[in-house]
């Protein structure tokens, strides 16, 4: 059955005048051609559990889940409480560190392999930007080495307006899944790389997620010894989320450095460096590190309060369970339609890409089959992967594959 466009009047009304004041009407990837122009909300204005409503009044499943840090579910009594309560009784942003700040260092430290030490930020970006002056603090080299989208800040971003070309002649990139992509540069700039850095999981924006090929992870962890360069995993999506001691403890190969974010607070804005007590030394001294808002207390008493609910309430191997049972009932449906489209990103970040055709159809296809989605009230990304929280229950999942399967045939 075809579906009805929505009433997005507000949300149309709000963005043509916001575009007046902000450059773009609002930022980045949160902006309308991200989606579907005019078939998507543009403002949401509240969220209770996976269900989110629009300003026009629409309501929708949440499968984007905030781009991730939404692990558990929107407005989560139990850790918001613990923040009013912090705001209310004891105040948060000092001139100095709270004590709450030790506690979050050593639940790191008991969590992650990587962790002997740990530095608190704000963004993932701030993290993955900590790592690579860390490690050519401690290397003493300036190439990086990369792979993944680490944010946007310079040395890393997509888009490269306004950055200088000296920034950028020291990163190089690799191939996900290619060792011998690595094994190339790194013997082509020999004793001249700090750090190799790179997502676990690999997911690139609009292409399907991949998973590491089995000694993908091992072979950088024994090239990166070899030759004295820094290993760097980018937790940011993968942290909190496919094990509480990231993808390094599921895939069972530990970084020199790694970085936290997202998953970690349930939507609280922090994130953290953590590695070697060799490396992290860099910033006793020699490197700087510091923020006005970096030892704000709310997040890091969200981020305990998260860590605490997902122990006891076993949310990773919930969201497992979860995630594979759609994954079987997506892939199922998709099976029908596997010459136009396929399903990745495992039971932790599904996804539904379209495959590139000769005449570029595959683009009308992804554009109607989201079209299909949203105007069936499921919130989900064209060119990035879904996500499945704690509060998506099993009813949820079942309608969002209905949708699904209902969008697709309608192509
Ligand atoms: C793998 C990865 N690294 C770094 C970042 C940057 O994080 P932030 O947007 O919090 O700066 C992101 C953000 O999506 C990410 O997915």
Redesign the pocket.
């Known amino acids: 059955m075809k579906a009805k466009k929505l009433n997005l009047k507000l949300s149309n009304a709000l963005f043509s005048k916001a575009k007046k004041d902000h450059p773009g009407g609002v930022l980045g990837i949160r902006r309308p051609y991200n989606f579907v122009e005019g078939e998507y909300p543009i403002y949401f204005v509240d969220g209770k559990g996976v269900k989110v409503k629009d300003v026009d009044g629409n309501e929708y499943i949440d499968m984007l889940c905030s781009?991730?840090p939404i692990i558990i579910g929107h407005r989560e009594n139990k850790i918001d409480n613990k923040v009013i309560n912090q705001i209310k009784k004891k105040g948060f942003c000092f001139s100095l560190t709270q004590p709450i700040h030790n506690l979050i260092s050593s639940e790191l430290k008991k969590l992650i392999p990587s962790c002997e030490m740990s530095v608190l930020v704000k963004?993932?970006?701030?993290?993955?930007t900590a790592a690579i002056r860390a490690a050519r603090c401690f290397t003493k080299k300036n190439k990086i080495l990369r792979c993944?989208?680490?944010?946007?800040h310079d040395w890393c971003v997509e888009v490269q307006g306004g950055i200088p070309k000296s920034t950028l002649q020291d990163i190089l990139e690799f191939k996900y899944n290619d060792i011998g992509s690595v094994e190339k540069i790194v013997k082509e700039n020999k004793n001249e790389i700090a750090a190799i850095i790179t997502?676990p999981i690999s997911?690139p924006l609009g292409k399907k997620v991949e998973m590491p090929k089995k000694s993908f992870l091992n072979d950088l962890r024994e090239i990166t010894k070899k030759h004295n360069i820094v290993l760097i995993f980018?937790?940011?999506?993968s942290g909190f989320r496919v094990n509480l001691g990231g993808a390094q403890k599921y895939f069972g190969v530990t970084p020199d450095l790694s970085?936290f974010?997202?998953a970690i607070a349930n939507g609280y804005e922090i994130?953290a460096l953590v590695g070697k007590t060799e490396i992290m030394k860099a910033y006793e001294k020699e490197a700087f590190i510091s923020a006005t808002y970096f030892e704000n207390s709310l997040p890091i008493i969200a981020a305990l309060e998260t860590i605490k609910f997902l122990k006891k309430n076993n949310v990773i191997k919930d969201i497992n369970k979860k995630g594979l049972y759609f994954q079987k009932k997506v892939e199922k449906i998709l099976s029908n339609y596997h010459e136009i489209c396929e399903f990745s990103g495992g039971p932790w970040m599904p996804y539904i890409t379209f495959k590139k055709d000769t005449e570029n159809k595959y683009k009308f296809k992804r554009k109607q089959f989201f079209t299909n989605l949203i105007r069936r009230g499921v919130f989900a990304q064209p060119f990035h992967h879904s996500y499945i929280a704690y509060r998506h229950s099993i009813k949820d999942l079942n309608f969002v594959a209905d949708a699904i399967e209902d969008s697709i045939k309608n192509l």
């Open positions: 781009y991730g963004t993932g970006s701030d993290a993955t993944g989208y680490h944010g946007w997502t997911h980018d937790e940011i999506r970085t974010g997202k994130a």
